[in-house]
């Protein structure tokens, strides 16, 4: 970075933290006990604050490294400044740990952005920063910077990890996977596609050689077409079959395949993924999680990924390969047929967003999910194209990762996107300034809502005289 870039970047940072505080100290005081998911979180935390880390709540369904990230962040502060009494792992105090992810969530995605783009000289320093705030806003991941869940943390450690696996410190990046994990289990599937493209890396300088030997024009072009296909998997075939090549993956992927060997030891240790509460987590092939994704996706990168000649290429997309489309219908329908599951959370809970998406929009009626099957089509088109630019064994690397994070979920929660989407969001080209402001606007809206019915549109059940509160 340059002298203006890094002056301004750090005046965006600061600006970021004191209004992330100030919005912190309301919903503070406005829910000042534990909230939700919280009820867990919190005490488990205090538990390990008063050094009994063999005690363990069954119902906490993840790893501890939330709260061992707390207790060495908290341990120095209260010893440095002599604090004493409830203040120490209150909820407050807890709560705030989320905070500093958030600044380091920014500055994270920011070197993403950075070294993605880095041979792309059109792209200024200040598209490149707006890009990184819009990102560290994103609703659904800043929406719980206020409240003591994983997210954050999970976040920051992932992008930690994927921003060292870029430049190459495999090493480093494998021991931050390890923290990323100990945030939430699921964080296994982004070491291994860190691994992946290291390994597409690899297919991708193999496949042109081999091109070049053909005297192909664009070797780095491969024709959606059936022939296309079959070449692709004999190359694939070929590739892994070949010692030599088998040989550099394992000497350049090791770390990870280190990390991934003592993940698999856990789960024939722990007998699953899953520690504590294992009832209301079970897997199962929720193929229709991939749609929910992509139209998450679409909604929330409209400004971004949407245009008027990007339309265009659809429909003529459309237009001039309409079985392909039409087989890709019939595909999809099937799996919304087949596949559609539903969890009992989904319908229960009343404080979570998704419940009145499903409630007013997919309960309407049966039809309705068979109705929504062209959108998804346009919405897996659309993710398609904006990621272009990406080799086609990056992006069978990224999108064997995003099935394995999105399908085996029962339950429809749109944290599990937050990865995948900020993944997504920070290979494709950076916008343009006009689009990157129409984005953090809709953020901000999306923000500024979602803060609003937390703490002004409470609620009561019947049974209960606690106020209930509307969130993600």
């Known amino acids: 970075m340059e002298k203006f870039e890094v002056y301004i970047f750090t005046a965006l940072c600061s600006v970021n933290f004191l209004i992330s505080c100030l919005l912190f100290s309301k919903i503070t005081r406005e829910q000042r006990d534990p909230y939700m998911d919280e009820i867990f979180h919190v005490p488990q935390a205090q538990k390990y604050c008063e050094g009994k880390f063999n005690e363990w709540d069954p119902m906490i369904t993840t790893l501890p490294g939330l709260y061992l990230a707390s207790v060495g962040l908290i341990k120095p502060v209260v010893w440095l400044a002599d604090l004493k009494g409830s203040v120490v792992c209150s909820t407050a105090m807890l709560r705030f740990i989320n905070l500093l992810f958030n600044s380091g969530n920014l500055y994270i995605i920011y070197l993403i952005i950075c070294r993605l783009h880095m041979k792309d000289k059109s792209r200024s320093a200040t598209r490149r920063m707006f890009s990184a705030l819009a990102l560290s806003t994103f609703p659904v991941l800043y929406f719980f910077t206020f409240l003591y869940y994983t997210d954050a943390g999970s976040t920051f450690f992932t992008l930690f990890m994927y921003l060292m696996a870029l430049y190459g410190s495999h090493k480093a990046a494998a021991l931050l996977g390890v923290c990323a994990i100990l945030f939430r289990q699921t964080n296994i599937i982004w070491v291994a596609f860190c691994a992946g493209t290291v390994v597409a890396q690899k297919m991708d300088d193999s496949w042109r050689t081999e091109s070049k030997k053909r005297d192909e024009k664009s070797p780095s072009q491969v024709p959606p077409t059936i022939n296309g296909a079959i070449r692709v998997m ?14 550099a993956v394992v000497l350049s992927t090791w770390p990870y395949i280190a990390v991934a060997v003592v993940f698999a030891v856990f789960i024939v240790l722990n007998d699953g993924i899953v520690v504590g509460d294992r009832s209301s987590h079970e897997a199962c092939m929720n193929f229709p999680q991939i749609f929910y994704f992509l139209s998450f996706t679409l909604i929330f990168s409209l400004p971004t990924s949407l245009s008027y000649q990007r339309v265009v290429r659809f429909l003529q997309s459309l237009k001039k390969q309409p079985l392909i489309y039409a087989v890709l219908m019939m595909f999809s329908l099937f799996l919304v047929w087949k596949f559609t599951f539903v969890h009992k959370y989904l319908l229960a809970d009343n404080r979570h967003f998704p419940f009145y998406i499903w409630n007013r929009i997919f309960q309407r009626h049966d039809l309705v999910r068979f ?33 394995a994070a999105t399908v085996p979920q029962k339950l429809l929660e749109f944290r599990y996107f937050i990865l995948p989407y900020l993944l997504y969001r920070v290979h494709i080209p950076v916008p343009s300034l006009p689009r990157l402001l129409l984005e953090f606007g809709l953020y901000t809206a999306v923000n500024a809502a979602t803060v609003y019915i937390f703490i002004y549109k409470t609620f009561q059940w019947p049974d209960s005289t606690a106020a209930q509160r509307f969130m993600w």
Do not use: H, M, Q
């Open 234 to 247: 004999r190359f694939l075939l070929e590739f892994l079959k070949t010692p030599n090549n088998i040989k």
């Open 371 to 403: 109705l929504l099957v062209p959108g998804y089509v346009f919405a897996a088109w659309n993710f398609l194209d904006t990621l272009r630019s990406k080799s086609l064994f990056w992006f069978l690397a990224f999108s064997t990762c995003l099935v």
